[in-house]
């Protein structure tokens, strides 16, 4: 079916709206350890596209596959050991905020890994140090700034210990001068080698830290290519525009 190093892989999915073709006809593989960036002008589906990979949007053709078996939720008992090993950030961090830093971390530990409070709270220290947050631990989120709500949502999304994060614009929602403390969490995780895709419009980032770039325009993929090909010398017209117009 599909080799054993390929995490993810997305098999000729199509997704519409009403009459719009969200994705159309939309096939891609993420290897173990990869991380690969979806770039692409907005309303072009990139969010459509790393949703359905989640599971929250359902295509209506075309499959998708994790570490080699069909992720399809009808098939309830192994779609949610498949959902529960990919973490998703999105860009507006979706903190509980009638919760401490604390216990946003822990809930789903103790409640869907059944892990005991002290093991959940060793966990949510772990990744709090990690993300350089131990010390607010017991602060509520709304005492956080934005950079700082969006490390905690990584860390939570670390604590159920995923196979690969997913992200959905971490940082656009943030003010300009917090980008870089999550861009560097984002960057330290690719090093330890966690596998991730990244849709972002941070170009610089994605120069630096994807193996792969893949640009979509209209629900389709335009390019895919090594992220130095693709910024050094883009093979499309679409994405020569792009470019232009971002860089
Ligand atoms: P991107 O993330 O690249 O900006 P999206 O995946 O969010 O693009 O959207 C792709 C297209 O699908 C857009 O035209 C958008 O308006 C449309 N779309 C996305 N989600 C919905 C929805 N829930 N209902 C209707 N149209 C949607
Ligand atoms: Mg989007």
Same mark, same amino acid.
């Given at each position: 079916?599909?080799?054993? @190093?390929?995490?993810?892989?997305?098999?000729?999915?199509?997704?519409?709206?009403?009459?719009?073709?969200?994705?159309? @006809?939309?096939?891609?593989? /993420? &290897? &173990?350890?990869?991380?690969?960036?979806?770039?692409?002008?907005?309303? =072009?589906?990139?969010?459509?596209?790393?949703?359905?990979?989640?599971?929250?949007?359902?295509?209506?053709?075309?499959?998708?596959? !994790?570490?080699?078996?069909?992720?399809?939720?009808?098939?309830?008992? &192994?779609?949610?050991?498949?959902?529960?090993?990919?973490? $998703? /950030?999105?860009?507006?961090?979706?903190? !509980?905020?009638?919760?401490?830093?604390?216990?946003?971390?822990?809930?789903?530990?103790?409640?869907?890994?059944?892990?005991?409070?002290?093991?959940? %709270?060793?966990?949510?220290?772990?990744?709090?140090?990690?993300?350089?947050?131990?010390?607010?631990? =017991?602060?509520?989120?709304? &005492?956080?700034?934005?950079?700082? %709500?969006?490390?905690?949502?990584?860390?939570?999304?670390?604590?159920?210990?995923?196979?690969?994060?997913?992200?959905?614009?971490?940082? =656009?929602?943030?003010?300009?001068?917090? /980008?870089? #403390?999550?861009?560097?969490?984002?960057?330290?995780?690719?090093? #330890?080698?966690?596998?991730?895709?990244?849709?972002?419009? #941070?170009?610089? !980032?994605?120069?630096?830290?994807?193996?792969?770039?893949? !640009?979509?325009?209209?629900?389709?993929? /335009? #390019?895919?290519?090594?992220?130095?090909? $693709?910024?050094?010398?883009?093979?499309? @017209?679409?994405?020569?525009?792009?470019?232009?117009?971002?860089?």
């Amino acid at each position: 079916m599909t080799n054993t @190093d390929t995490m993810i892989k997305v098999d000729h999915i199509t997704k519409q709206f009403g009459k719009l073709k969200a994705l159309n @006809d939309v096939s891609l593989e /993420v &290897k &173990k350890g990869e991380i690969v960036c979806l770039i692409g002008p907005s309303g =072009s589906g990139k969010s459509t596209l790393i949703r359905a990979i989640n599971g929250l949007e359902v295509p209506e053709s075309g499959h998708i596959y !994790f570490e080699g078996e069909l992720y399809d939720a009808k098939n309830k008992k &192994k779609y949610a050991a498949q959902r529960g090993k990919m973490g $998703f /950030v999105f860009q507006h961090f979706n903190l !509980f905020p009638n919760m401490t830093v604390l216990e946003n971390l822990t809930i789903a530990q103790t409640r869907v890994l059944k892990r005991s409070d002290q093991e959940a %709270k060793d966990m949510a220290m772990k990744y709090l140090k990690r993300v350089g947050l131990d010390d607010k631990a =017991s602060q509520y989120p709304n &005492k956080l700034s934005g950079g700082q %709500k969006q490390r905690v949502a990584i860390a939570r999304s670390l604590c159920m210990n995923p196979e690969i994060m997913l992200f959905d614009e971490p940082t =656009s929602a943030l003010d300009p001068e917090m /980008v870089e #403390e999550v861009l560097e969490v984002m960057q330290d995780l690719g090093k #330890e080698g966690m596998t991730m895709i990244i849709v972002t419009h #941070e170009m610089g !980032f994605a120069r630096t830290v994807a193996d792969r770039v893949i !640009f979509l325009e209209d629900g389709q993929i /335009v #390019e895919e290519n090594s992220a130095e090909a $693709f910024f050094d010398h883009p093979s499309s @017209d679409r994405a020569k525009l792009f470019l232009s117009k971002v860089m």
